[in-house]
């Protein structure tokens, strides 16, 4: 009985450290793994822009958004959550950093699209500083582990001025 008892301890105590070894071989693996990202966003058509009642200008947009991110797949990636967030700057704030469209990527198969997507959060300034402005495309990812960090990247991918008028 007393010997029962101590070799399930031992066993237990066992399985704990190869878990513990694996998982740190996991996140050490990922620390290794550079990925190399392709990207491709660009505006096909301005639908709306307007300053709201508010004071702020406020941007509805058409983009055509490509991507192959396979590379940031391991076998430790449980999903990768990317983000494209439209950056610009203005003298209240050097950078102004606006998501205007997310997707989780469930797995590897999923990693390489292309698409034509209105933007899911609309581009609004904190004032009316947009008309004319040149705004930067930059494509962001958080790529979540079964074990170990979180990783994050980030990629600028093109540029573009918004119109100089309302519409
Ligand atoms: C969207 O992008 C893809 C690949 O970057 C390109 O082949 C396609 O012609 C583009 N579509 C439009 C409407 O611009």
Same mark, same amino acid.
């Given at each position: !009985? ?64 490509? !991507? &192959? ?55 609004? &300034? ?17 790529? !979540?582990?079964?074990?170990?960090? !979180? ?17």
């Amino acid at each position: !009985m007393h010997s029962f008892v101590y070799r399930l301890n031992t066993l237990v105590t066992f399985a704990a450290v190869i878990l513990a070894v694996l998982c740190g071989a996991a996140s050490f693996l990922d620390a290794f793994n550079s990925p190399s990202v392709r990207a491709h966003a660009e505006v096909i058509k301005f639908n709306r822009f307007r300053k709201q009642l508010s004071g702020n200008d406020e941007v509805s947009l058409t983009l055509n958004i490509s !991507m &192959d991110l396979r590379s940031l797949f391991t076998w430790n990636t449980k999903q990768v959550f990317v983000f494209l967030a439209a950056e610009y700057e203005t003298s209240k704030n050097s950078l102004n950093q606006i998501s205007l469209w997310d997707y989780i990527i469930p797995d590897k198969d999923h990693a390489k699209f292309q698409a034509q997507v209105a933007n899911k959060y609309p581009l609004i &300034d904190q004032g009316s500083n947009l008309r004319g402005k040149k705004v930067e495309f930059v494509l962001h990812w958080h790529v !979540m582990p079964w074990t170990g960090r !979180m990783i994050e990247g980030k990629m600028a991918v093109s540029n573009f001025y918004l119109p100089e008028a309302y519409t």
